[in-house]
């Protein structure tokens, strides 16, 4: 069935440094990938997203990256700042005729120390 | 900026009991959607709504559960006989469906503890 791999499951970074997180999906008419911030206790929020006609979005510190052929997409985070902890949960989509649930990742949880 | 809001925040409800997780989507969305995590896993998709009616649903969403827009502005969602591993917290989202945006809005969620 659908299923989106997420890795790692924590990150630990020092402000300043990138991190990295990466997911894999197995449904190839995947089209849409978002990735949603989820501060504690807090609702999760979408930070970036791209379509499978892209292989590249930025957007300030933050870029996604989709390698349709491998079934692989990344999120970047340059010059991380304490605020950027949180778990981040990456998800694909089958976007057809309007309908699109999203299959969801474990969710990393980063963590930027000082 | 416009916010999708749930009640309650925390539902406690024992088993057996029947409860209803209520949504207030953004206004002028037309799809609408409830998620739920089980503490320490993923988030896992229930079921979307579109044109009053249910449009896809995954294997979780069994006779136990149904889903209904009530009035023009909530969306709730039914659980029968409440079971010990419905214990998660439900999340409530919504999409415009117009323009070329794809996102979908989620709401804080309801923990919901079954004892």
């Known amino acids: 069935g659908e299923n989106v791999e997420q890795h790692p499951s924590t990150l630990s970074v020092q402000e300043g440094d990138s991190a990295v997180i990466k997911c894999t999906y197995s449904d190839s008419a995947s089209n849409y990938f978002p990735w949603y911030k989820q501060e504690l206790g807090k609702r999760p929020q979408l930070i970036i997203d791209i379509r499978s006609n892209v292989g590249e979005k930025k957007d300030q510190r933050i870029a996604v990256t989709l390698n349709k052929t491998a079934k692989h997409f990344s999120l970047h985070i340059t010059e991380t700042q304490p605020e950027d902890s949180a778990v981040y949960f990456c998800a694909a989509s089958r976007f057809s005729g309007g309908y699109n649930k999203l299959i969801f990742g474990a969710g990393t949880r980063l963590a930027v120390h000082p | 900026e416009p916010e999708v809001t749930q009640t309650p925040s925390h539902q406690v409800t024992q088993m057996g009991q029947e409860v209803i997780l209520r949504c207030v989507p953004i206004?002028?969305?037309?799809?609408f959607y409830w998620y739920r995590q089980i503490l320490g896993q993923k988030v896992e998709f229930l079921v979307s709504f579109y044109n009053n009616e249910i449009s896809e649903k995954s294997e979780i969403f069994d006779d136990q559960f149904s889903v209904e827009r009530p009035d023009g502005s909530n969306f709730t969602l039914k659980i029968r006989s409440t079971k010990l591993e419905d214990s998660a917290m439900y999340f409530c989202?919504?999409?415009?469906?117009?323009?070329?945006?794809?996102?979908?809005?989620f709401g804080p969620g309801t923990r919901l503890t079954v004892t």
């Open positions: 989202a919504s999409r415009t469906g117009q323009g070329l945006s794809y996102e979908q809005y």
């Open positions: 206004s002028n969305h037309l799809y």
